[in-house]
């Protein structure tokens, strides 16, 4: 990132003020376990959890906020919810869906219209601090993409996938907004696929069926992370003023054929042509397999390399991605 | 298990074994107690049962099955781990004593120059490339691996092409190839490994008969960026015989892009005899590993002037000439 600051600000200055975390998706599985590690470790913090979905949980150092954040207005609505007045204002927000919708070309405009209305109100806010949560994906599963994609690599997800167009689209705008606010600290964390026992979204939920399809004739190299991995990462970003971008991931890579066996799933190679007819149908007949459009994901290796995490952040993953199948395989609610 | 109790391995098998043995006397007492009370049996087992089930919800439960799990893992499964770049042992493994036959039995292989081979740290091995179906990668890779005292197992660097192609591309990785771009390369050499480029890519497999042996344009000279870069040294190598073993009469790119792969070749006995068309024919071989060049002078600047690479790659295009030419005059016959 070029951005550099002039002045770094560190934690000490900040002290004296009061710090506001805002999660958004806080009803979400990984904001609620970000809420949770965040209760934590911390108690000089207020907690403001924001979401359309109502918060089934108590908040005893924040409040909750019911805010659609894909509407019109949500960043007013949002603004007036902060008291920002006397305090340095961190928002975290996670991007990637945790469910597939049908019209991706829908998701795809709620995605953007939700992060423009985050800048919006952390312009208004004066945020000190922007984390975004994104996902390795975007740089797009790509028979020419080297063993390991760095940070410095340019994001092609967009043109395989509407919901990686939209991330990408996000990328962009935080990092347009870094660049108009030199003061604003805009981190963009990008994980692999996350798998533990409390996180769910469409890939993790992919892994979880009971057969999972593969092209025929493929199998990618893919990498996990853990979700207490990502959850420190967050943690890490959030007490160090780092900006730029990083992928978090964990140690090691395995055939996709291979994590399916770790997970005692059985796999189903299907003819790639018939691949993406069958995604289409299972998502009209309302089967959530996976979005067609991330077909590639089964055809392609797309993984990244976490070297810079662990250099300029310092975050060094203690789950490996076998690990972090085999804490995913024995999670409480599946026996 | 009554004698050998100072073993302590058998005072352990004899404990299991009473074990086993007490367990049966409980599950016996228990089913004769539910058969005389069930009423107060099943109030029992429904409690037990509960609180069962709720110690499977605690951590401590998830925390015990996933050390359990972790121990179970063990250098079995580790076995059919890939490496960094997607190789696995266990498909090496596999394929071996196919390749074997192949290099001891049926191209009869003669090498030369082995000492030259690097014996340990990076090393760039520059070849010829030829044969329609890339077997002189395999062979010259187990050339590599039977010459060194240590088994040294190179890598190499293959076209895009080869991971659209179902099934190939997976093998291919899983055989060690790698994926050819700067990027991978510089990786590969960092963490120490040998690396064979074959620098006339698809141009020199798809090499019309009447033209063997004499060497394409040596790309745009990507493998002299990269050991300028990296300081390694370049092994010129020389594979002979590898070029007649699918003497190709003609090639159709329309007729390729129809079935997926850049190009399709005619050869003698392809596709005429079918899939038997695709045994390659038993020519006799002889790899040739030259005097490494050293790299050490040069430095990365010297990577982004266009003109001293070419240069540096002429001189060592000439060199795996001149060795193949020198070669080609000592063999007597193609066969034997």
Redesign the interface.
């Known amino acids: 990132m070029s951005a550099q600051p002039r002045t770094k600000r560190t934690s000490r200055t900040r002290k004296h003020r009061e710090e506001i975390i805002v999660v958004t998706h806080a009803a979400r599985s990984l904001g609620g376990a970000l809420l949770d590690m965040l209760a934590r470790h911390g108690e000089h913090r207020q907690l403001i959890a924001i979401d359309g979905e109502p918060l089934r949980r108590d908040l005893p150092q924040g409040a909750y906020h019911r805010i659609y954040l894909s509407k019109k207005g949500a960043s007013r609505k949002l603004t007036l919810r902060v008291p920002h007045a006397h305090a340095s204002v961190t928002i975290v927000h996670t991007a990637l869906p945790e469910t597939i919708d049908i019209d991706e070309g829908t998701a795809r405009e709620r995605l953007i219209a939700e992060a423009k209305n985050v800048l919006a109100a952390a312009k208004e806010l004066h945020a000190h601090k922007l984390v975004l949560v994104s996902s390795t994906d975007v740089y797009g599963a790509f028979a020419t993409n080297p063993a390991y994609l760095t940070e410095d690599m340019s994001a092609r997800g967009t043109d395989q996938s509407p919901i990686l167009d939209a991330l990408c689209t996000i990328e962009k705008l935080f990092a347009r907004y870094a660049d108009q606010h030199r003061r604003t600290v805009v981190t963009t964390l990008r994980p692999s696929t996350i798998l533990g026992s409390r996180v769910r979204d469409f890939k993790t939920t992919f892994f979880d069926q009971s057969v999972i399809p593969t092209a025929m004739g493929f199998d990618p190299l893919v990498q996990f992370v853990h979700e207490s991995d990502l959850l420190r990462a967050i943690m890490e970003v959030i007490e160090k003023d780092e900006r730029g971008t990083f992928n978090i991931v964990g140690d090691n890579i395995l055939p996709l054929s291979r994590a399916a066996r770790m997970l005692g799933r059985s796999t189903i190679p299907l003819p790639t042509p018939v691949l993406s007819t069958a995604a289409q149908v299972a998502s009209k007949v309302g089967l959530e397999i996976m979005p067609s459009s991330y077909i590639p994901f089964l055809m392609h290796t797309c993984v990244a390399d976490g070297d810079k995490a662990r250099h300029d952040l310092g975050f060094v993953p203690v789950y490996t991605s076998q690990e972090a199948i085999l804490s995913f395989t024995t999670k409480g609610h599946r026996r | 298990m009554s004698n050998g109790h100072d073993i302590p391995f058998l005072r352990l098998l004899s404990a299991i074994e009473d074990l086993k043995q007490h367990a049966k006397g409980a599950k016996r007492e228990i089913l004769e107690f539910a058969d005389k009370d069930p009423a107060k049996a099943r109030l029992i087992f429904n409690v037990a049962d509960t609180l069962l089930k709720q110690f499977?919800?605690t951590p401590v439960?998830?925390k015990l099955?996933?050390t359990l799990?972790?121990w179970s893992?063990g250098d079995e499964?580790r076995y059919?781990?890939?490496d960094?770049?997607?190789m696995?042992k266990a498909t090496v493994e596999v394929m071996m004593p196919f390749f074997q036959f192949l290099y001891h039995h049926y191209f009869r292989v003669d090498v030369e120059g082995a000492k030259n081979i690097a014996r340990s740290g990076p090393a760039l091995v520059i070849a010829n490339h030829s044969g329609a179906l890339p077997y002189d990668g395999a062979i010259t890779n187990l050339a590599v691996y039977n010459n060194h005292p240590k088994h040294r197992y190179a890598r190499y660097l293959v076209d895009?092409f080869v991971?659209?192609?179902?099934?190939i591309?997976?093998f291919i990785?899983r055989t060690g190839g790698?994926?050819a771009?700067q990027?991978?390369a510089i990786?590969l050499l960092d963490h120490g490994h040998m690396v064979m480029v074959f620098p006339e890519g698809l141009k020199g497999v798809s090499k019309p008969f009447d033209e063997r042996y004499q060497l394409q344009r040596f790309g745009r000279g990507g493998y002299v960026k990269l050991a300028m870069r990296t300081g390694v040294p370049v092994i010129p190598t020389a594979i002979i015989g590898a070029e007649e073993i699918h003497p190709m009469l003609w090639k159709s790119e329309v007729l390729g892009k129809a079935v997926g792969l850049p190009y399709f070749p005619f050869t003698v006995t392809f596709p005429w005899l079918g899939p038997l068309g695709m045994i390659p024919l038993p020519t006799k071989w002889k790899i040739v590993f030259g005097k490494p060049i050293s790299f050490k002078k040069y430095t990365a600047r010297d990577a982004n002037n266009e003109r001293k690479v070419q240069e540096v790659s002429q001189k060592i295009q000439s060199k795996v000439q001149s060795m193949i030419d020198n070669e080609l005059e000592k063999r007597e016959s193609v066969w034997y």
């Open positions: 499977a919800k439960y998830r099955k996933y799990d972790m893992y499964d059919y781990d890939v960094e770049f997607g696995s895009d991971y659209y192609v179902p099934f591309g997976t990785q790698v994926r771009c990027e991978n990786r």
